[in-house]
């Protein structure tokens, strides 16, 4: 019933950009925090970014000032907005929620891969 779906994926060069977007159903979006993981072969999955319902972002020191984590409740979205993408960036990007502070829901992932 709960999904996460998660798009905007693909290949993009070094210095370029992408927007990713995580379409959510079957839970309450305004009253949930959300999250953006990724993981590529062989390393754990690391969590990117973090948005709590009032709309405070955390985000991972790899990433800061390059990602933008943002949510739109009216859509039950929430966005990673990628900038000065490097190679190092290339994983299966992942939305993740923890509804009510009890289950966890993760979405299928999305691939970017990031080279030249």
């Known amino acids: 019933q709960v999904q996460l779906v998660e798009s905007g994926g693909g290949l993009v060069q070094p210095g370029g950009s992408l927007r990713l977007s995580c379409a959510t159903s079957?839970?309450?979006?305004?009253?949930?925090?959300m999250d953006w993981y990724r993981q590529t072969p062989g390393k754990q999955r690391e969590l990117v970014a973090t948005i709590t319902r009032g709309g405070i972002a955390n985000y991972a020191e790899s990433v800061k000032g390059r990602f933008t984590i943002s949510r739109d409740n009216s859509k039950s979205t929430v966005y990673l907005q990628m900038h000065s993408l490097k190679p190092q960036d290339t994983a299966v990007y992942y939305c993740?929620?923890?509804?009510?502070?009890?289950?966890?829901?993760w979405g299928q992932g999305t691939q970017v891969t990031v080279s030249s």
């Open positions: 993740h929620t923890l509804s009510g502070n009890i289950i966890e829901y």
């Open positions: 079957g839970i309450i979006f305004s009253m949930n925090a």
